[in-house]
């Protein structure tokens, strides 16, 4: 990047046509940019008549903070013809690159905004409607907003080291983690599917669901996972559990991709595959690892009927996942919520305990006096008893 340290907004373009005509027919103040399809559209020019827009190939956004890519192009549009600005924006979302920089975008969750266009500083009184029209704005009521929304968004950009990208990756501001985690409620998202539009959770409530992500459609670990899935579909509705795959293809790979098992290896995908090709959903969700390039890891949510996070798996794209596994913890969380007990490693087949599970340990030295084995209550010690269901 020409400009490090440069603030910036940027706001999603629907269509091809309308970031051709962004580029080429507006004046835009210097801390403007464009997201559109999986590239942003950095202005990285030196006067806002004469931009210069950097492509920026999104690799990973860790939560609500920080974005990862490389920029893999740059363009002075004004410079060029239509036909010329047009072919740039298809070669970019072709893959045909130009460039590969690695760059680290971080998020400033502020509430205010100091383009020079907007006059916004941090003290100022702007009214509401000032506000509105205001291109640079960042939402006021959500500071915290992530890549994709609507509104306008401020950003800074900087050059990082790997130790840089390892920590920012993890962590995002002020100590927060950049994903929901064991213990959270699954955020709220619309999603589009092969099943048509889905609310989550909300669609599931009531319900356990298993929300799981695979790197890509037409790929061999990716066809054998979604087979295994399938074959095992009845067993995840007996424990009133549903599956929703995901990945960054579009919704046409995925019915194609689907339609292809269905023809060619006689297993029809009954459960949904969210189309996620903007990202936004694995951003939010933490199923992009930098580390293992741009597409999503095989990572697996189990959430419960409250809505809650209980159980995270993440899979490298190399190994496909254990569906018994899943199945497995499934069972186990169900015992442990209906009895208050726990489950002991590779339940209910453990090795000291077969398929007893663990009553919890007492919190008090008088509970803890009367733990003993008897009745149904097997005892080692005051602190590790167990008993059959």
Same mark, same amino acid.
């Given at each position: 990047?020409?400009?490090?340290?440069?603030?910036?907004?940027?706001?999603?373009?629907?269509?091809?046509?309308?970031?051709?005509?962004?580029?080429?027919?507006?004046?835009?103040?210097?801390?403007?940019?464009?997201?559109?399809?999986?590239?942003?559209?950095?202005?990285?020019?030196?006067?806002?008549?004469?931009?210069?827009?950097?492509?920026?190939?999104?690799?990973?956004?860790?939560?609500?903070?920080?974005?990862?890519?490389?920029?893999?192009?740059?363009?002075?549009?004004?410079?060029?013809?239509? +036909?010329? #600005?047009?072919?740039?924006? &298809?070669?970019?979302?072709?893959? =045909?690159?130009?460039? %590969?920089?690695?760059?680290?975008? !971080?998020?400033?969750?502020?509430?205010?905004?100091?383009?020079?266009?907007?006059?916004?500083?941090?003290?100022?009184?702007?009214?509401?409607?000032?506000?509105?029209?205001?291109?640079?704005?960042?939402?006021?009521?959500?500071?915290?907003?992530?890549?994709?929304?609507?509104?306008?968004?401020?950003?800074?950009?900087?050059?990082?080291?790997?130790?840089?990208?390892?920590?920012?990756?993890?962590?995002?501001?002020?100590?927060?983690?950049?994903?929901?985690?064991?213990?959270?409620?699954?955020?709220?998202?619309?999603?589009?599917?092969?099943?048509?539009?889905?609310?989550?959770?909300?669609?599931?409530?009531?319900?356990?669901?298993?929300?799981?992500?695979?790197?890509?459609?037409?790929?061999?670990?990716?066809?054998? +996972?979604? #087979?295994?899935?399938?074959? &095992?579909?009845?067993?995840?509705? =007996?424990?009133?559990? %549903?599956?929703?795959?995901?990945? !960054?293809?579009?919704?046409?790979?995925?019915?194609?991709?689907?339609?292809?098992?269905?023809?060619?290896?006689?297993?029809?995908?009954?459960?949904?595959?969210?189309?996620?090709?903007?990202?936004?959903?694995?951003?939010?969700?933490?199923?992009?690892?930098?580390?293992?390039?741009?597409?999503?890891?095989?990572?697996?949510?189990?959430?419960?009927?409250?809505?809650?996070?209980?159980?995270?798996?993440?899979?490298?794209?190399?190994?496909?996942?254990?569906?018994?596994?899943?199945?497995?913890?499934?069972?186990?969380?169900?015992?442990?919520?209906?009895?208050?007990?726990?489950?002991?490693?590779?339940?209910?087949?453990?090795?000291?305990?077969?398929?007893?599970?663990?009553?919890?340990?007492?919190?008090?030295?008088?509970?803890?006096?009367?733990?003993?084995?008897?009745?149904?209550?097997?005892?080692?010690?005051?602190?590790?008893?167990?008993?059959?269901?």
């Amino acid at each position: 990047m020409n400009h490090k340290d440069r603030s910036f907004s940027f706001k999603e373009i629907g269509g091809e046509d309308e970031l051709v005509k962004a580029m080429t027919e507006h004046k835009w103040p210097l801390c403007y940019s464009f997201l559109f399809g999986k590239l942003l559209y950095i202005n990285d020019g030196d006067s806002e008549d004469a931009p210069e827009y950097v492509a920026v190939a999104i690799e990973n956004t860790g939560g609500h903070h920080q974005v990862y890519g490389r920029e893999v192009g740059r363009i002075a549009p004004r410079a060029l013809s239509l +036909e010329k #600005v047009r072919d740039f924006i &298809r070669e970019m979302n072709s893959g =045909k690159y130009s460039l %590969d920089n690695q760059i680290q975008i !971080i998020v400033q969750p502020t509430w205010h905004h100091s383009c020079k266009l907007c006059r916004l500083e941090e003290e100022s009184n702007i009214n509401e409607k000032e506000e509105a029209n205001c291109m640079c704005m960042t939402e006021k009521k959500s500071p915290m907003s992530g890549l994709g929304h609507d509104q306008m968004h401020h950003m800074t950009h900087h050059m990082g080291h790997p130790g840089e990208h390892h920590m920012a990756r993890n962590m995002g501001c002020c100590g927060q983690n950049s994903f929901p985690l064991i213990g959270d409620k699954l955020p709220s998202m619309p999603v589009k599917t092969t099943h048509g539009m889905i609310n989550l959770p909300g669609d599931y409530a009531g319900k356990w669901f298993v929300l799981f992500s695979h790197p890509a459609d037409f790929t061999p670990v990716c066809t054998t +996972e979604f #087979v295994a899935f399938e074959k &095992r579909r009845g067993e995840f509705e =007996k424990l009133n559990c %549903d599956l929703i795959g995901l990945s !960054i293809d579009q919704v046409f790979s995925h019915m194609k991709w689907t339609e292809w098992i269905r023809d060619n290896l006689k297993v029809e995908i009954k459960f949904p595959i969210i189309a996620d090709d903007q990202g936004k959903v694995a951003a939010k969700m933490g199923m992009i690892h930098p580390g293992k390039g741009a597409n999503t890891v095989r990572a697996v949510f189990i959430v419960d009927p409250e809505a809650t996070i209980r159980l995270i798996l993440f899979y490298p794209q190399e190994v496909g996942r254990n569906m018994d596994e899943i199945i497995r913890a499934l069972k186990a969380l169900q015992v442990v919520d209906k009895n208050k007990v726990a489950a002991p490693a590779n339940w209910p087949n453990n090795e000291l305990i077969g398929d007893q599970v663990i009553i919890p340990p007492p919190a008090d030295e008088k509970t803890a006096a009367t733990r003993k084995t008897g009745g149904d209550m097997v005892c080692e010690d005051w602190w590790f008893c167990h008993r059959k269901l």
